[in-house]
């Protein structure tokens, strides 16, 4: 018999987690305003709301959290961070910061100006909002296979080059500072970017002397994809394959919380010391002194031992892996899901769910908030809601898709609990047909308004 696929990891400390009933759900998220950011995590069984800063650290993380420096200046855990960031990425110089935005804040402060283009490959929604915080505009150059969420493409997360040059030609140099690429491509469903993508990009990008920063959130997740979907790269390590995606890119900016598996903590890395001198003033201002950034000691040596863990190949298997098993269950009963399954997360296809749901009244905010009544399950919008409004026009930006996000934290949760899951939403969609009405505003906030959003049912 051949052997099953079992976990490359076992549980020493458990938490655990409340149930509810139908009823009591019900009432909480009216009391919530209809966003799931309202909920208190008692109130959620099953909490698959983000697979950021949600991961399960290793006895080794714990065991480093012990041995961190806690000088203001020249910690040893500074070192040890700066280390594993050169190894694994190859980035000579780094800036510790408190998350990723934080790193989009220092970096953007040095680099964006009003008016400027910044384009990229579905740019995720805090960078958006620090570059139209800056009145600048991202540019989304995604490759259009993206948004068929059931074309199979290995690569859905690839910047189309021909939407990239005709930025770049069209825009003066002095107003495109830089080009975003995240890998993985949270915003269009967790998909990665080719090695090849990757090249070609800082190919065009060198030609108009552009520099090249990757948003790398997930950077481990696409490197595992492109080892086992891309030619010439099935028998090379991660690492390697990591080591080789950077090498296309001026430098990066990282929320720690996602691949390097720790509960708080970013940086940015840089490939050119002018880059690291600029962005070294606004650390300062924001973040703190260049040698702990937002970052306590204890955070910073844990984040070095998490880079390592969340390049193991076998960790990466277990976590993709079970991602897919629940992607497979939801695919196996005929619901619409993005195709193929995402590296964090599983993204429900809304408007194919429930299609009888007005675009006007948030279509996978509607579903979600079904599926938490239906088994106390947190998923979240990336939909018309995340989207915000146009900051030039003040309307509705309506995407090309309006998914729900079931994203995995990383380590928590057992394949019983994914079946729960797919349970649940099976459940919605067996009476998918009954939900007709969606949701209204009733308060928001300029920019970033899912997070605080008030909503009425309709
Ligand atoms: N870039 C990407 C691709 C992200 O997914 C996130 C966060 C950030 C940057 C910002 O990092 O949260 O540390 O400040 N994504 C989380 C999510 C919030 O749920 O997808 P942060």
């Known amino acids: 018999m051949e052997l099953p696929f079992a976990e490359s990891y076992k549980i020493k400390m458990v938490e655990s987690l409340k149930r509810s009933t139908r009823q009591e759900r019900t009432k909480w998220i009216k009391e919530a305003g209809f966003n799931l950011f309202n909920l208190s995590s008692d109130k959620v069984f099953i909490d698959l709301l983000t697979d950021s800063g949600t991961g399960a650290m290793s006895d080794k993380q714990w065991s480093e959290m012990m041995l961190g420096d806690e000088s203001y200046a020249g910690a040893s855990s500074f070192f040890k961070l700066k280390a594993a960031i050169k190894e694994i990425t ?173 509960n708080m903590g970013g940086f940015i890395g840089f490939r050119h010391e002018e880059d690291y001198d600029a962005a070294s003033v606004f650390n300062i201002l924001f973040e703190g002194y260049l040698s702990y950034g937002g970052m306590s000691g204890r955070d910073m040596n844990a984040l070095a031992q998490g880079l390592y863990e969340g390049t193991e190949f076998d960790y990466l298997e277990t976590r993709i892996g079970q991602v897919a098993y629940l992607g497979k269950k939801l695919k196996d009963y005929g619901i619409p899901i993005q195709y193929p399954y995402g590296g964090h997360a599983i993204f429900v296809d809304a408007k194919k769910f429930l299609p009888n749901v007005a675009k006007e009244e948030y279509i996978a905010q509607t579903l979600g908030i079904e599926l938490y009544i239906e088994g106390g399950v947190r998923g979240v919008e990336i939909g018309t809601l995340l989207a915000d409004r146009d900051p030039d026009t003040g309307e509705n930006r309506y995407p090309d898709l309006e998914l729900l996000r079931l994203a995995i934290p990383r380590r928590v949760y057992t394949n019983n609990h994914m079946d729960y899951v797919a349970a649940s939403i099976i459940n919605v969609f067996d009476r998918r047909d009954k939900i007709k009405n969606g949701y209204k505003i009733v308060k928001e906030a300029p920019i970033l308004r899912h997070f605080t959003v008030k909503l009425e049912k309709v």
């Open 90 to 262: 190859g980035f000579e110089y780094f800036l510790p910061t408190h998350q990723g935005r934080a790193a989009e804040n220092v970096l953007f402060s040095s680099k964006i100006k009003e008016g400027d283009i910044i384009p990229g490959n579905s740019h995720f929604d805090t960078t958006k909002g620090h570059i139209e915080f800056r009145k600048a505009h991202a540019v989304d150059c995604t490759i259009d296979e993206a948004f068929n969420t059931t074309l199979d493409h290995p690569f859905k997360g690839n910047v189309d080059l021909n939407k990239l040059e005709e930025v770049l030609k069209t825009y003066p140099k002095e107003k495109i500072p830089l080009i975003i690429v995240t890998v993985t491509c949270n915003s269009s469903g967790g998909q990665p970017v080719s090695m090849e993508n990757m090249r070609d990009v800082k190919k065009v990008a060198d030609k108009y002397g552009i520099p090249v920063f990757y948003d790398s959130a997930r950077f481990a997740e696409n490197a595992y994809f492109i080892k086992l979907r891309e030619k010439g790269y099935e028998d090379k390590t991660v690492r390697e394959i990591v080591r080789e995606m950077f090498s296309y890119a001026d430098g990066m900016t990282m929320s720690s919380k996602k691949d390097a598996i720790v």
